[in-house]
């Protein structure tokens, strides 16, 4: 349970920008003498947005030292998209013991959404307090001198007959013994990591969808049973993760964060507004913990289904999509056999068609702008290149011609999932009050 809450405070974290942040410590002198000063800072810097601001307990006492301050600054910076916010922290301290002293460390905790608990330390800082020189000196000069030892005679030859020099320990060969053992030390561990059993692949229910219902239900009985509110949220984590990778056919043990990327990928017509609501939602639970109430946790649960039901949904073709299918394979085929132009153009030519069908939109050209903005909330870059390729003549080099008629049947469906508002190319229009403009580049 420990291994699943922690994969999931990492990685249903947003896809915003990682926040981070560092803590260092310095005096302007490194040495004084007795009565001098000298400044001591302390300095927070935060880099983009953390989900909670660094924890600092600011030092109160400087042992052998009289102390003032602190004084505060606050600087802040904006480069290339990232923020900068730099705390500075600055005392006086008037020596007043000698001595050697050190500082720190200090240390400052935080917690970020895409990086998890923060925790930063200074490196301690010495400082020297000397006597001043003109004592130093008197004391010096008061100090006896030692009066000089006779030197002995140097030993008789005769003596030292017979006498065999003391080698010592072979070091030499004790470290060369010693490093052998580390290396074939290393070896093992290398070869051991490299045989890593895999992961060991998890049973499939027959019925995906039923299955996740399931465990869903489950979660909420045992959170009303126990009130564990972390508990619940990583509970629903786990049925979310174990559908999307029987749904979308993924490797054994992935991530939920990986599932979620994948889903973007394979079905990009999804909305991404509930899974993302639905990440931000647990991702608080999992962070701030406390109580669930009922109507949280009924959105929780409300959720976890809608996403179910939206990829479900984008499963199931509609007869016009089943006719647009089958077309794109057709000309897949032509594409496939060495006709790569005429393949192409035979689905570029099917596509627009049951697009201007789908949407009532009139003869022309589609209005590129106005799809494109029914298409920006599904934040999919896929789906835009995808329409902007119905513009070109020539099919896109090196791309399977199935995953390009894939790609045309998931604009389609994308297109016809978002086309509650109709747009011409000012804007949005009413449909009650005239059909969608077509007017729009090729």
């Known amino acids: 349970m420990a291994a699943i809450l922690a994969v999931l405070m990492l990685l249903l974290a947003p896809a915003a920008r990682a926040g981070d942040f560092d803590l260092s410590a310095r005096t302007d002198k490194a040495e004084v003498d007795l009565g001098d000063t000298l400044q001591f800072s302390l300095t927070l810097t935060v880099h983009g947005d953390l989900t909670f601001q660094p924890q600092l307990d600011l030092p109160t006492t400087f042992k052998g030292f009289d102390a003032q301050g602190p004084s505060e600054s606050q600087s802040f910076s904006w480069v290339n998209g990232a923020s900068t916010d730099v705390y500075t922290w600055t005392w006086t301290l008037e020596a007043q013991v000698p001595g050697r002293y050190t500082f720190g460390p200090y240390r400052a905790t935080a917690n970020d959404a895409l990086n998890g608990r923060l925790r930063r330390a200074t490196r301690p800082v010495v400082v020297l307090v000397r006597h001043p020189q003109g004592l130093g000196s008197t004391l010096a000069s008061l100090a006896p001198t030692p009066s000089p030892q006779p030197t002995p005679p140097p030993p008789d030859a005769a003596a030292l007959r017979g006498i065999r020099p003391d080698w010592g320990l072979p070091w030499g060969w004790v470290a060369a013994v010693y490093g052998g053992l580390l290396l074939v030390l290393g070896i093992a561990a290398g070869l051991s990591r490299g045989r890593r059993a895999p992961p060991k692949e998890e049973p499939l229910p027959a019925d995906p969808v039923a299955a996740a219902y399931r465990r869903l239900d489950l979660a909420r009985r045992e959170f009303e049973t126990?009130?564990?509110?972390?508990?619940?949220?990583?509970?629903?984590?786990?049925?979310?993760?174990?559908?999307?990778?029987?749904?979308?056919?993924?490797?054994?043990?992935?991530?939920?964060?990986?599932?979620?990327?994948?889903?973007?990928?394979?079905?990009?017509?999804?909305?991404?507004?509930?899974?993302?609501?639905?990440?931000?939602?647990?991702?608080?639970?999992?962070?701030?913990?406390?109580?669930?109430?009922?109507?949280?946790?009924?959105?929780?649960?409300?959720?976890?289904?809608?996403?179910?039901?939206?990829?479900?949904?984008?499963?199931?073709?509609?007869?016009?999509?089943?006719?647009?299918?089958?077309?794109?394979?057709?000309?897949?085929?032509?594409?496939?056999?060495?006709?790569?132009?005429?393949?192409?153009?035979?689905?570029?030519?099917?596509?627009?068609?049951?697009?201007?069908?789908?949407?009532?939109?009139?003869?022309?050209p589609l209005p590129k702008a106005a799809l494109t903005r029914m298409l920006r909330p599904m934040e999919s870059p896929e789906l835009a290149r995808t329409l902007d390729s119905l513009g070109f003549e020539e099919p896109p080099r090196g791309s399977d011609p199935k995953a390009v008629a894939g790609g045309l049947l998931a604009l389609a469906q994308a297109l016809e999932a978002a086309r509650g508002a109709v747009f011409d190319e000012d804007g949005p229009r009413d449909a009650g009050r005239g059909g969608p403009g077509t007017q729009g580049a090729d």
């Open 226 to 364: 126990g009130r564990d509110a972390r508990g619940y949220a990583i509970r629903v984590g786990e049925a979310l993760r174990l559908y999307l990778r029987q749904r979308l056919d993924l490797r054994p043990g992935l991530t939920l964060a990986e599932a979620v990327a994948a889903l973007r990928g394979r079905a990009p017509q999804v909305p991404p507004g509930p899974v993302s609501d639905l990440r931000r939602r647990l991702e608080l639970q999992l962070y701030a913990g406390g109580a669930l109430d009922p109507e949280e946790l009924g959105t929780l649960d409300a959720g976890a289904r809608d996403v179910i039901r939206a990829l479900e949904g984008s499963r199931r073709l509609t007869p016009a999509q089943r006719d647009l299918a089958k077309a794109l394979d057709r000309m897949a085929s032509v594409w496939a056999s060495g006709q790569a132009k005429s393949g192409w153009l035979g689905m570029r030519s099917a596509a627009v068609e049951h697009i201007r069908k789908a949407l009532a939109l009139g003869p022309g």
